[in-house]
């Protein structure tokens, strides 16, 4: 990385940079003496006078004394992705928020409220159906002061008695760092972080995808192996499950996986979700049965799944991983997706 100009070190950004992607070189901080560097390249989310705070791609916050900054400049958004489908944040936001559809919503501004929850506990408190689905999605401004607009988040999930999170993406052109740096100085903490991924479809559809059975619901087996739902899953539940413009689900029955054929009833081995929508096919909810892991199941219903978006049109595929599963996340690359950028699930108030 390369700072200097004429032979010097520079800082060439301000508190008028942020919002913008830099890179700085800063003192490590028990080096202060020793002259070791440490080089940093994010979105500059805040700059006050004890120094800044930059969040880089992963959603990571690395914050850099005002004492340690020794040189700094404003540089490029991230080089296009040479593999995958080239794809804004907005689009694939949208089709995510498509694809996994709340029970109640409304918007403030450009912000979507988002709410699937179930009966209230003794305490009135409730357990929304997953984070994406009760969860703010913040696209564009709110039309209101931000603490005034964050002021409305809270209460509104708060008179349904779920604790308010919203949905702060970072990594890529468009995305959020600021309004997460904001959330973090107003006591919301990041709880959750995820990856999205996004590839090509047809590759994935040449893989063999015998024994999988395709439906248009959900239905108590398929549900039975999908680890969200719960031994009886909620009606809101199914209701996201089944939500999307042209929702597919895919099941491997153990009988029929014994067997090598199709139709046979038995216990689920594999499972998994896709919804079309134009050129996005979205994978969701893959999962394999514990006993029967390692197999190439997962790959084969990923499989059957891209067969069928491919017949409706779809081109290019998505999915979400949490950043701490390993397993599924070398599996996705080793069927040719990429990160394309990540986000994580803010709550206010969150004790830890």
């Avoid at 800044?52 to 900054?69: C, M, N, Y």
């Avoid at 709110?142 to 002021?151: R, V």
Wanted: with cysteine; charged share 25%.
């Amino acid at each position: 990385m390369e700072f200097a100009a004429g032979g010097r070190l520079e800082v060439r950004i301000d508190a008028s940079d942020v919002g913008k992607r830099v890179s700085v070189r800063s003192l490590a901080e028990a080096a202060y003496g020793g002259a070791k560097f440490t080089d940093t390249v994010g979105i500059l989310t805040s700059w006050d006078e004890e120094g800044l705070l930059i969040t880089r791609r992963s959603g990571e916050r690395v914050r850099i004394a005002a004492q340690a900054l020794v040189a700094g400049k404003t540089v490029p958004a991230a080089p296009a992705r040479r593999r995958g489908p080239a794809a804004s944040f907005e689009e694939l936001a949208r089709a995510g928020a498509r694809s996994w559809q709340p029970v109640e919503s409304e918007t403030l501004g450009g912000w979507t409220l988002r709410a699937a929850a179930g009966e209230a506990d003794a305490g009135g408190r409730r357990r929304g159906f997953t984070r994406r689905a009760n969860s703010l999605l913040p696209l564009g401004e709110p039309g209101l002061p931000l603490d005034a607009a964050l002021g409305h988040v809270v209460r509104w999930y708060g008179e349904r008695g779920l604790p308010a999170y919203a949905q702060v993406a970072t990594g890529a052109e468009g995305t959020q760092e600021v309004l997460g740096a904001a959330l973090a100085d107003r006591g919301w903490v990041p709880e959750v972080s995820a990856r999205v991924l996004t590839g090509a479809l047809a590759p994935l559809a040449d893989r063999e995808a015998g024994g999988v059975r395709l439906s248009r619901t959900t239905d108590p087996r398929w549900l039975s192996l999908y680890n969200r739902s719960g031994a009886r899953p909620a009606p809101e539940a199914v209701a996201v499950l089944e939500s999307g413009p042209s929702t597919w689900f895919a099941t491997v029955d153990g009988a029929a996986d014994e067997a090598g054929g199709e139709g046979a009833d038995g216990a689920p081995h594999a499972i998994g979700r896709c919804v079309v929508d134009g050129r996005w096919a979205g994978f969701s909810a893959v999962e394999v049965s514990p006993a029967h892991r390692r197999r190439g199941l997962a790959t084969r219903v990923v499989a059957a799944l891209a067969g069928r978006a491919l017949a409706e049109g779809a081109s290019a595929a998505w999915l979400q991983v949490e950043s701490d599963n390993a397993g599924a996340l070398a599996l996705y690359e080793r069927l040719g997706f990429s990160t394309h950028h990540h986000y994580q699930h803010y709550r206010y108030g969150a004790t830890g």
